[in-house]
């Protein structure tokens, strides 16, 4: 078991705490199967480039943290690049400074971490450019809701009263018809924002929205896609059993 | 944010994605902090070969950094080239910007960054 990063530091009453979903990445991200995955995918011999590894909606930090301090283990190199995004500003600071504390750690026992490269406040992958990606992970705000919340606006507010704090949680949860809303957008943008040769994604679904037809969806996308399971909670009761759907590209050269 | 963010990030507004002036966007009014980091050549060498030299140059020089060449060094001569890789280390991987703004060269939105965490949520008028 590779050590959690510390999210002690991180104030709750607006970013997401993490919870059994958060475990679930982080376990199923330092698996055999997708250390073995990742390691043949982004193997470190013949120069190849440092990859890019993207969180969307970093939360604490934790699963970021995780895949930075033990980008050696999982991915096989240190080399690697890290960078969060978040539409929630406390949730990048928050980010930012697990990142941080892990790497110090590591750090003190002499130990190689990845290189984390900034926090963004934004919505999804809007901001980035087209093909950077070549890991991206996403732990969606997948509860179904009546209605999502509304983003914050580009404007700056400082000010953080209790129904600010409850839209920033909400963000973090809620999901629309299904709890697929947020996830859709994020699926839809994967062809531009992951790269040609090597993007793959790690995506979070609950049952309730409704994995299978999701997996579908992604297969009609055609030649050149994969998608499977790669982790579940296990759980067969209960309505929110959670799993791991890995989306990548197949024509890896 | 360190500086080779700007390498990763474009304009928000979706008009602007298909148009060349879009990226890199440009610092303006930029506060920078340096940290301390162990020369890490490996890393530096693994960057290179992804990162957009053109792109590159031109946020350095507006950021007042020297001069980069206009082509990118080859892994071997960035090996044997001591006074570059310290370059590009003090450029890339140790130098933040913690405030000012980034700019769009298509639409002119001004992307803020207070604390290291720039700003790309878009007011409702862009959306």
């Not at chain 1, 080399?79 to 110090?104: H, P, R, S, Y």
């Amino acid at each position: 078991m590779l050590p959690t990063p510390s999210t002690s530091h991180v104030a709750f009453e607006r970013i997401y705490e993490p919870a059994e979903d958060s475990y679930l990445l982080l376990d199923t991200l330092s698996s055999e199967n997708e250390k073995l995955f990742l390691q043949n995918r982004f193997r470190a011999a013949s120069h190849s480039p440092s990859p890019l590894v993207l969180e969307v909606g970093t939360g604490s930090g934790v699963v970021l943290s995780f895949l930075n301090a033990h980008s050696e283990v999982i991915l096989g190199r240190p080399d690697v690049l890290t960078i969060g995004i978040d539409v929630n500003k406390f949730a990048c600071k928050a980010t930012e400074q697990t990142v941080i504390v892990a790497q110090q750690e590591l750090t003190a026992q002499n130990l190689s971490h990845g290189f984390y490269v900034g926090n963004v406040l934004g919505d999804l992958t809007s901001s980035l450019k087209a093909g950077e990606v070549d890991i991206l992970v996403f732990n969606p705000p997948y509860v179904p809701s009546p209605e999502l919340p509304s983003l914050p606006l580009g404007e700056d507010s400082t000010q953080t009263s209790f129904e600010d704090d409850s839209r920033l949680l909400a963000l973090s949860y809620a999901g629309g018809v299904d709890g697929m809303e947020t996830t859709e957008r994020l699926l839809a943008s994967l062809p531009e924002i992951l790269s040609q040769q090597r993007g793959c994604a790690y995506i979070l679904l609950c049952a309730q929205n409704k994995p299978d037809k999701v997996k579908d969806g992604i297969k009609r996308w055609g030649a050149g896609w994969a998608v499977e399971t790669v982790g579940t909670s296990g759980k067969t009761g209960g309505w929110e059993k959670l799993q791991i759907v890995r989306v990548w590209r197949t024509d890896v050269k | 944010m360190k500086v080779l963010t700007l390498n990763f990030l474009t304009c928000a507004v979706k008009a602007c994605k298909s148009t060349s002036t879009s990226f890199p966007l440009h610092p303006k009014d930029c506060e920078l902090v340096s940290d301390t980091i162990e020369p890490n050549a490996l890393l530096i060498l693994n960057i290179l070969p992804r990162i957009d030299w053109n792109a590159l140059i031109t946020t350095a020089s507006e950021l007042g950094f020297p001069t980069l060449p206009a082509l990118p060094p080859t892994r071997d001569e960035l090996e044997s080239n001591e006074k570059m890789m310290s370059e590009l280390h003090t450029l890339l991987l140790e130098t933040q910007i913690s405030e000012g703004s980034l700019v769009c060269g298509n639409c002119g939105h001004e992307y803020k960054i207070k604390e290291g965490i720039a700003n790309f949520l878009l007011p409702n008028h862009l959306v």
